[in-house]
């Protein structure tokens, strides 16, 4: 007995020991914000969140140092992000007061036709090799938010990027830890331009280790000196649709020089007072917004943070989001998406019928109708930009062009290749797209900036975020530091249709006695790892007219301001 008390004992040491408590704030926050007056920058690496941090301090606008950070990522966390993928942002105009969207996915190439698709006997677009490829938006999109906000020339925006893909920088520990599991991937298809880019000495770097890519630095050179047409026109473009159609796909030097991004407007949903704002399909941003809809309905006054009954109900939202996300949800201009129907109030009652006491399984509701980087700036003139970008499956297709320093995405596997679905393949269509920024105002003022990246996650991540913010009274840090709640096994836009009630994974701190009684209610409960994205916000205090920021202890991220 002597000896069980003393086990006791010990281990309460031990975790006392670990636990690093702070004397401020919750018990699993990793810190307190960051505060500053002038302007604020949340990153998911702190090389990054220094270089946007320089710019502002040099006059430039928070979309200057966006873009600015937005390129050393795509050299430093290759594993997420690069110029080989889409881009899309949300923008609070500090002089104007007034919200923007853009869209700067790409489009598929206009001669590939699903009948090709079909005769090669695939039920499904493959994740890598050339036909997952699509036109890449974000460079177009960086000249489309500095042509109507920015203020530097793109030249000194684009030089610390140049500056770092020449000199060298030290890979941190969880970007070499994804290369390494790039590298394991890609052995498979043995992609010889992956090696030569991404390898050195034919190893993926360790943490530590400098890493450079010349070859990235001249093509962030052509776009600095020949703007948008450097990459969608000329010997970059040339390259690209040359070494795709050696590779067997379809995507043209016309498909690139024909692209352009869309500026849209943002569309909102009211959540106890707060106005959140995504980004229209081909997004999944309203997800988020249909969940908060359904939430609404639930007093989380009487409902504790972590408590059975608050994953049960958020986890039963997300199911009946997601059913109307595979079903509805797709490029606009190809299909009638009835997001005014999705966002309304009678159908987001109608919808919270459907959920019970126990586990459910939902179909989407009948409406008649006709691995991502993610980082956020504000500057001292107000203005606030919201901004994801992402390749997809992490690094993209394994599609390398020779001596252009970046993969290209694979976004086109998120295409249905059954007929008749509002995801369906067609010729110069953009795909559903996982890819979402958030922004929040209240009673017409910014009030938080903020992303969760992540895939299939990030609605998720979005109201995760807003609920311990607004219903659980967590700060800005706290938010994302709170253990979060993952859900798969619905269906997809893919044409995947659920079998059953999915999976819920729990990040550590959540009580045994809730995963127990989440169990009888029907739920499959388990773990999951590196699956709870990434976060990073700024929020706007008015009172004392100073910028908060918060990054994400799961990544490598940081947050500063000045």
């Given at each position: 007995m002597?000896?069980?008390i003393?086990?006791?004992?010990?281990?309460?040491?031990?975790?006392?020991?670990?636990?690093?408590?702070?004397?401020?704030?919750?018990?699993f926050?990793?810190?307190?914000?960051?505060?500053?007056?002038?302007?604020?920058?949340?990153t998911?690496?702190?090389?990054?969140?220094?270089?946007?941090?320089?710019?502002?301090?040099k006059?430039?606008?928070?979309?200057?140092?966006?873009?600015?950070?937005n390129?050393?990522l795509?050299l430093?966390?290759?594993?997420?992000?690069?110029?080989?993928g889409?881009?899309?942002?949300?923008?609070?105009?500090?002089?104007?007061q007034?919200?923007?969207?853009?869209?700067?996915?790409?489009?598929?190439?206009?001669?590939?036709?699903?009948?090709?698709?079909?005769?090669?006997?695939?039920?499904?677009?493959?994740?890598?090799?050339?036909?997952?490829?699509?036109?890449?938006?974000?460079v177009?999109?960086?000249?489309?938010?500095?042509?109507?906000f920015?203020?530097?020339?793109?030249e000194?925006?684009?030089?610390?990027?140049?500056?770092?893909?020449?000199?060298?920088?030290?890979?941190?520990e969880?970007?070499?830890y994804y290369?390494?599991?790039?590298?394991?991937?890609?052995?498979?298809?043995?992609?010889q331009?992956?090696k030569?880019?991404?390898l050195?000495?034919?190893?993926?770097?360790?943490k530590?280790?400098?890493?450079?890519?010349?070859d990235?630095?001249?093509?962030?050179?052509i776009?600095?000196s020949?703007g948008?047409?450097?990459f969608y026109?000329?010997?970059v473009?040339?390259?690209?649709?040359?070494y795709?159609?050696?590779?067997?796909g379809?995507?043209?030097?016309?498909?690139?020089?024909?692209?352009?991004?869309e500026?849209?407007?943002?569309?909102s949903?009211?959540?106890r007072?707060?106005d959140?704002?995504?980004l229209?399909?081909?997004?999944?941003?309203?997800a988020?917004?249909?969940?908060?809809?359904?939430?609404?309905?639930?007093d989380?006054?009487?409902?504790?943070y972590?408590?059975?009954?608050?994953?049960?109900?958020?986890?039963?939202?997300k199911?009946?989001?997601?059913?109307?996300?595979?079903?509805?949800?797709?490029?606009m201009?190809?299909?009638?998406?009835?997001?005014?129907?999705?966002l309304?109030?009678?159908?987001?009652?109608?919808?919270?019928?459907?959920i019970?006491?126990q586990a459910?399984?939902?179909?989407?509701?009948?409406i008649?109708?006709?691995e991502?980087?993610?980082?956020?700036?504000?500057?001292?003139?107000?203005t606030?930009?919201s901004?994801?970008?992402?390749?997809?499956?992490g690094?993209?297709?394994?599609m390398?062009?020779?001596q252009?320093?970046?993969?290209?995405?694979?976004?086109?596997e998120l295409f249905?290749l059954?007929?008749?679905?509002?995801?369906?393949?067609?010729?110069?269509?953009?795909?559903?797209?996982t890819?979402i920024?958030?922004f929040?105002?209240?009673e017409?003022?910014?009030?938080m900036?903020?992303g969760?990246?992540?895939?299939?996650?990030?609605?998720?991540?979005h109201?995760?975020?807003?609920?311990?913010?607004?219903?659980?009274?967590?700060?800005?840090?706290?938010?994302?530091?709170?253990p979060?709640?993952?859900?798969?096994g619905t269906?997809?836009?893919?044409?995947?249709?659920?079998?059953?009630t999915?999976?819920?994974?729990?990040?550590?701190?959540?009580?045994?006695?809730?995963?127990r009684?989440?169990?009888?209610k029907?739920?499959?409960?388990?773990?999951?790892?590196?699956?709870?994205?990434?976060?990073?916000?700024?929020?706007?205090?008015p009172?004392?007219?100073?910028?908060?920021?918060?990054?994400?202890?799961?990544?490598?991220?940081?947050?500063?301001?000045?």
């Amino acid at each position: 007995m002597k000896k069980s008390i003393s086990l006791v004992i010990s281990l309460c040491c031990v975790l006392i020991s670990l636990a690093q408590d702070r004397v401020t704030g919750r018990a699993f926050a990793t810190r307190s914000e960051v505060i500053a007056q002038n302007g604020m920058v949340a990153t998911s690496h702190p090389l990054a969140t220094q270089i946007a941090l320089d710019i502002l301090k040099k006059g430039g606008t928070a979309i200057d140092a966006a873009i600015a950070a937005n390129a050393a990522l795509g050299l430093m966390e290759p594993t997420g992000s690069g110029i080989g993928g889409d881009l899309f942002a949300i923008i609070w105009d500090g002089e104007t007061q007034t919200i923007h969207g853009l869209n700067a996915s790409g489009r598929s190439p206009k001669s590939l036709t699903l009948d090709y698709l079909k005769s090669q006997g695939l039920n499904a677009i493959p994740p890598y090799g050339p036909l997952p490829v699509n036109v890449p938006g974000a460079v177009d999109g960086w000249f489309e938010l500095h042509d109507k906000f920015g203020s530097m020339p793109m030249e000194a925006i684009l030089a610390p990027a140049i500056a770092y893909a020449e000199n060298g920088f030290p890979v941190t520990e969880l970007i070499a830890y994804y290369l390494q599991s790039a590298q394991a991937n890609f052995s498979r298809y043995d992609f010889q331009n992956f090696k030569d880019t991404y390898l050195i000495n034919g190893k993926a770097p360790v943490k530590g280790q400098i890493f450079k890519n010349q070859d990235l630095a001249n093509t962030y050179k052509i776009i600095a000196s020949k703007g948008r047409d450097g990459f969608y026109k000329g010997k970059v473009a040339k390259t690209i649709a040359d070494y795709i159609q050696s590779k067997g796909g379809f995507l043209s030097e016309a498909d690139l020089n024909s692209h352009h991004s869309e500026w849209v407007d943002p569309v909102s949903v009211n959540y106890r007072g707060y106005d959140v704002w995504e980004l229209p399909p081909n997004g999944q941003g309203i997800a988020a917004l249909q969940m908060l809809n359904i939430l609404e309905g639930y007093d989380f006054s009487e409902i504790p943070y972590g408590s059975t009954e608050h994953i049960h109900l958020f986890t039963e939202a997300k199911k009946l989001a997601f059913e109307d996300r595979a079903k509805y949800y797709a490029d606009m201009d190809f299909y009638d998406v009835p997001v005014e129907k999705l966002l309304s109030d009678d159908y987001a009652d109608t919808r919270r019928k459907k959920i019970g006491t126990q586990a459910g399984m939902y179909d989407a509701g009948s409406i008649s109708n006709g691995e991502t980087i993610y980082m956020t700036v504000a500057d001292k003139n107000g203005t606030m930009i919201s901004l994801i970008q992402s390749n997809y499956r992490g690094m993209g297709s394994g599609m390398v062009p020779p001596q252009l320093g970046f993969m290209l995405q694979d976004r086109g596997e998120l295409f249905s290749l059954t007929e008749g679905q509002a995801n369906t393949y067609e010729p110069g269509k953009r795909p559903f797209h996982t890819i979402i920024p958030a922004f929040i105002t209240k009673e017409g003022l910014p009030f938080m900036s903020f992303g969760v990246m992540g895939g299939d996650f990030q609605p998720m991540g979005h109201v995760q975020i807003i609920m311990n913010m607004v219903d659980f009274g967590m700060n800005l840090q706290e938010a994302g530091d709170a253990p979060r709640i993952d859900h798969s096994g619905t269906s997809t836009p893919t044409g995947v249709r659920a079998t059953s009630t999915g999976k819920i994974s729990l990040e550590s701190g959540f009580d045994y006695e809730v995963i127990r009684a989440l169990m009888q209610k029907g739920h499959n409960v388990g773990f999951a790892r590196g699956s709870y994205g990434g976060y990073q916000a700024i929020m706007w205090d008015p009172k004392n007219k100073v910028y908060l920021g918060a990054s994400e202890s799961r990544k490598d991220g940081q947050a500063a301001g000045y």
